[in-house]
């Protein structure tokens, strides 16, 4: 462990000390060295009106409990003088127009009342007048002088005997040390800051009730975290606390603003707890579960429990076990946290711990000064302890926001990069797969253009080459073997065409390839093409055997039918499946066609066979048809 | 009146063949017979002939770049191009540059004069697969381009096309419509225009595409 890490551990401590040993005053301030102290003592039911008495000042151990019998109209009363000389520096100059208004001669000068501890609904009356009712003129709540602050004019005052009257209601009360003074201006300049406090408690509770309805907001969209309904709920009881406490009006009686306190720390304190535990990823089996149900249950149960026997006379010591509680929870908390840090080593997390335990600290003396006989010398030290921990709290918040923040963009740019790259991937592997696609295209075009000019064009050559050997060579045959291979040719480049795979158009293209010789024969040449439906797709390759299937038909017919006219007819038969293309070549010469013995009929059968197709020839004395069948759906 | 026209060919053998049958017609006067583009360029300067006869694949280089020079002329001359086989491709690239009509190179002396009469007619000739790659490539661009109705094709030149795919006959697509001769073939010459205005716009298209000129 180093240095520094002591320092963070060390650094909230000192700095609590060093506010508390600069601020929290340890002494009690000059009173002008005319205090006048009440000691209350316990009384009963039966002596319902007990007059105080005044008695020495005690500046040691200068508290007792009083337990005040439920009953109506209870009074405490004070008979005190008043010193004669009492014209000094704080005498004020129309102290003789005032000292007439009264029985007997006051000196005009207004009287500063202490009460250290005032709880329940109240009336604090000076020589028969009202002067205060349920709150104090102003809370001054730090050093050993906390309490109830409540001015008693000068103007009642006598010079000598006066009467003071603390009333309550059914409520009953610790009232703790009174001290009364005359020097009041110095004193009311030191807690000129505690008088603003009236209207900071309005802005205070605005400002609570913003941060509770957030918090509130959080718990909503994240039920999982508990903590923030704790924070909200308490944060509320706190705003309600400012919002009566303080403020220049009356919202509800000091009984239940007493209450309130004690709930909204107590929920304060256990959303804490909370946050702690989740914060540190604790999953301490004994504190989880139903033990934390179970005892935040019992919490509540003891504050409504406190409510309740408010009522009675046993008001103390259930707040003291709750207090006590707190204090437990706070233990609880502190230890968590402290081995959190042990193991954490980071620094927010050394901050936090060590504030915790130094506001742990002022709280255990807060408690033990207010629920025990212990006395240390200094009054309420919490508010001391607050900030530093708070500050680090919100301090945690804003990280872990910033750190979420980061983690979301870190994650993003990731995923982006990662989007990147498949994309990548992606696009290299579909320019492959097309390069791959592209060269199998190529190698079986190429592979089929050679098959087809070795079948057509090739053929024709080697049987014109054969002929020209064999000394046979007659220019009519060559005029046939050429216009032949020409034609084949143009079949194949007809073939190759982007646009020979729609039988549609493909059919065209043969038609006007075929009729010019059709023609020159002297045929009459009949096309009915128009008949088949659109957006029939064959291969090409199947295509072109179909067209010189076709055209040896045809050939045959020119040459052999002695005809007048050939037929070509192509439709479609759906009724079969796979749907046939059916094409015919009909013409009416003078038939006696016969697959036997003709070389090209039989060629013609093969082709056909080749593609899965089927060729049958009807040849008679009123003509020749050759009806071609290709199945459409086959490959392609 | 003969039409002045100038003949590129490089193949001796087929020149002759072509400048005997041209000497046959009438209607045309040949000015020029040249074997090169650069002879052919020059031909044009000197000669102003209004029917050019070309064959596109030339010892230095492909005419389809000639073609398309002679667009800027007025007027613009009459441009036949001369296909071995009829690959129909190199004829339709040609078309797309602004030539209106084609032959193939082993036509006979018929189908030459037929051809060069509905030419100077104002008709045009025009395949079943020209057909086809022409009804493609108004497809493929449907929606694609700024077209408006004008270059667009109409529905009677579209139902003309889609006839002469299956391999129909100018007079079987008049019957078929109820057109005259004349009409089809004019909507066959009509439609070659459209598709060198059409490929001349997907040739600006692309160029925007590539940012080579400014949109708008």
Redesign the interface.
């Known amino acids: 462990m180093n240095t520094y890490r002591y320092l963070r551990l060390l650094l909230p401590l000192l700095i609590t000390a060093a506010v508390v040993a600069l601020f929290a005053p340890r002494f009690v301030p000059d009173f002008g060295g005319e205090l006048l102290g009440f000691e209350a003592r316990k009384i009963t039911r039966q002596d319902a009106e007990i007059p105080l008495h005044a008695s020495e000042v005690q500046r040691g151990k200068s508290w007792i409990l009083v337990y005040l019998p439920k009953a109506e109209g209870l009074r405490l009363q004070a008979d005190f003088d008043l010193p004669q000389s009492d014209s000094g520096a704080d005498s004020r100059a129309d102290s003789g127009a005032e000292s007439g208004t009264s029985n007997g001669a006051n000196a005009g000068t207004d009287y500063l009342l202490r009460i250290e501890r005032i709880s329940g609904n109240f009336e604090l009356w000076l020589n028969g007048a009202l002067i205060a009712k349920n709150r104090p003129t102003y809370w001054f709540l730090s050093g050993k002088l906390s309490g109830a602050r409540f001015i008693l004019p000068g103007k009642l005052l006598h010079s000598g005997s006066n009467q003071l009257q603390l009333r309550f209601d059914a409520r009953p009360v610790d009232l703790g040390v009174f001290v009364l003074g005359a020097k009041i201006r110095k004193l009311m300049a030191q807690d000129s800051l505690h008088e603003r406090r009236n209207w900071f408690s309005v802005f205070n509770a605005a400002g609570a009730f913003t941060l509770a309805a957030l918090l509130g907001g959080i718990f909503l969209r994240r039920k999982a975290a508990h903590e923030y309904l704790y924070f909200a709920l308490g944060i509320f009881a706190w705003g309600v606390y400012s919002a009566g406490v303080g403020a220049p009006y009356v919202l509800m009686s000091n009984h239940w603003n007493q209450l309130i306190l004690h709930w909204a720390l107590a929920i304060f304190v256990w959303g804490m707890s909370h946050f702690a535990r989740r914060y540190c990823a604790d999953r301490s089996a004994v504190i989880e579960g139903w033990v934390n149900r179970l005892t935040l249950g019992a919490l509540i149960g003891l504050l409504l429990a406190a409510c309740v026997l408010s009522e009675s006379e046993f008001l103390e010591w259930p707040m003291n076990i709750h207090r006590l509680l707190l204090l437990l929870i706070g233990i609880d908390m502190a230890a968590v946290f402290l081995r959190f840090c042990w193991r954490q080593r980071v620094p927010a997390a050394d901050l936090t711990a060590s504030a915790q335990i130094t506001a742990l600290m002022l709280g255990v003396h807060d408690v033990l000064i207010f629920a025990t006989p212990l006395d240390f010398g200094f009054g309420s030290l919490i508010a001391y302890g607050l900030p530093v921990p708070l500050f680090i709290f919100g301090y945690i918040l804003a990280e872990r926001f910033t750190q979420s923040l980061a983690e979301a963009e870190t994650l993003n740019r990731e995923l982006d990069a990662r989007v990147m790259q498949k994309t990548r991937e992606l696009e290299s592997a579909q320019q492959e797969r097309e390069q791959l696609l592209q060269a199998q295209t190529l190698s079986s075009e190429r592979e089929r253009l050679m098959r087809d000019v070795h079948d057509g064009v090739g053929g024709q050559l080697v049987s014109l080459l054969a002929q020209a050997d064999r000394g046979q060579l007659h220019a009519g045959n060559v005029r046939d073997a050429l216009d032949a291979s020409?034609t084949d040719?143009?079949f194949i480049?007809?073939s190759l065409?982007?646009?020979?795979s729609?039988p549609?158009?493909a059919?065209?293209?043969?038609?006007?390839r075929v009729?010019p010789q059709i023609t020159r024969a002297g045929l009459h040449a009949s096309?009915t093409?128009?008949t088949l439906p659109e957006g029939l797709v064959l291969p090409p390759e199947k295509l072109l055997q179909c067209f010189r299937i076709m055209q040896e038909a045809v050939q045959n017919t020119i040459k052999h039918a002695f005809a007048k006219t050939v037929s070509i007819s192509a439709r479609c038969v759906p009724s079969v499946q796979p749907e046939l293309l059916e094409i015919a070549i009909s013409d009416d010469g003078c038939g006696g066609a016969q697959v036997a013995s003709g070389r090209g009929l039989q060629n013609m059968a093969a082709r056909a066979a080749q593609i899965g197709g089927c060729v049958e020839i009807d040849s008679s004395a009123s003509g020749t048809r050759v009806l071609l069948r290709v199945p459409i759906d086959c490959g392609g | 009146m003969s039409i002045k026209t100038l003949l590129l060919e490089d193949e001796s053998e087929t020149r002759k063949w072509f400048e005997a049958r041209l000497a046959e017609c009438v209607r045309v006067r040949l000015v020029a017979s040249v074997g090169t583009i650069a002879a052919a360029r020059r031909a044009i300067t000197s000669f102003a002939p209004e029917l050019l006869i070309l064959d596109l694949k030339l010892p230095d280089g492909n005419a389809i770049e000639l073609i398309r020079e002679v667009q800027l002329r007025t007027p613009v001359p009459e441009i036949m191009v001369v296909s071995v086989?009829?690959?129909?491709?190199s004829v339709l690239g040609a078309i797309e540059a602004g030539a209106q009509s084609y032959i193939l190179k082993?036509a006979n002396a018929e189908e030459m004069r037929k051809a060069i009469d509905q030419l100077l007619d104002g008709g045009a000739p025009i395949?079943?697969?020209i057909?086809?790659?022409v009804l493609?490539r108004f497809r493929a661009t449907a929606g694609q381009l700024a077209i408006t109705p004008v270059e667009s094709l109409s529905e009677r030149e579209l139902q003309t096309l889609k006839?002469?795919?299956?391999?129909?006959?100018y007079e079987e697509v008049g019957a078929a419509l109820s057109l005259r001769y004349h009409t089809i073939a004019s909507y066959v010459k009509q439609i070659y225009r459209k598709l060198e205005v059409h490929s001349r716009m997907q040739a600006v298209e692309r160029a925007r595409g590539m940012g080579l000129i400014d949109r708008g």
């Open positions: 020409l040719l143009r480049i007809d065409d982007e646009v020979g729609d549609l158009i059919l065209g293209m043969f038609r006007q009729q096309f093409t128009n | 086989f009829g690959d129909e491709k082993d395949s079943a697969s057909a086809g790659h493609k006839l002469i795919a299956r391999g129909m006959s």
